[in-house]
C-alpha cells in the first residue's frame, strides 16, 4: 500500500468504529431501522475517503484472488450502477467527487 496515506492505526480505527456502531444497535432495539438485507439507505452516491477507497480496492483485488467470478460479479454490479446513476450523479463523473452543498 502506498506510504502517503495514514495506514499505521488503521486496523485500531476499524475496530474503534465497529465497537461502536454495535453498541449503538444494543442501544436502539426495535428502533433501528437497518437490519440485513434492507439497504434502502446504503445504496446510491455518497462521499467515501481515500483510506474508504483504498480499503474496497484491496478488498477487491483480495476477492479476485481467492473468488474471481464473485469479484467480476461486484465488478460488473459497479459498471451497472455507474450506468444508471451517472445521468444523476451529484458531482464529477470523471472525478468521482460529489458537489460540495453550499449553505445559504
Request: aromatic share 4%; with cysteine.
Amino acid at each position: 500500500m502506498s506510504g502517503c496515506f495514514p495506514w499505521r492505526g488503521d486496523h485500531k480505527l476499524i475496530q474503534i468504529v465497529d465497537s461502536a456502531l454495535a453498541d449503538a444497535t444494543r442501544r436502539s432495539g426495535a428502533w433501528l431501522a437497518c437490519r440485513p438485507g434492507c439497504t434502502q439507505c446504503c445504496i446510491g452516491a455518497f462521499a467515501i475517503n481515500q483510506l474508504d477507497a483504498l480499503r474496497l480496492r484491496q478488498g477487491l483485488e483480495d476477492l479476485e484472488k481467492h473468488a474471481p467470478e464473485r469479484a467480476a460479479r461486484i465488478r460488473q454490479r459497479a459498471r451497472e450502477s455507474v450506468a444508471r446513476l451517472s445521468p444523476e450523479f451529484p458531482g464529477d463523473l470523471l472525478s468521482g467527487l460529489l458537489h460540495a452543498r453550499r449553505r445559504g
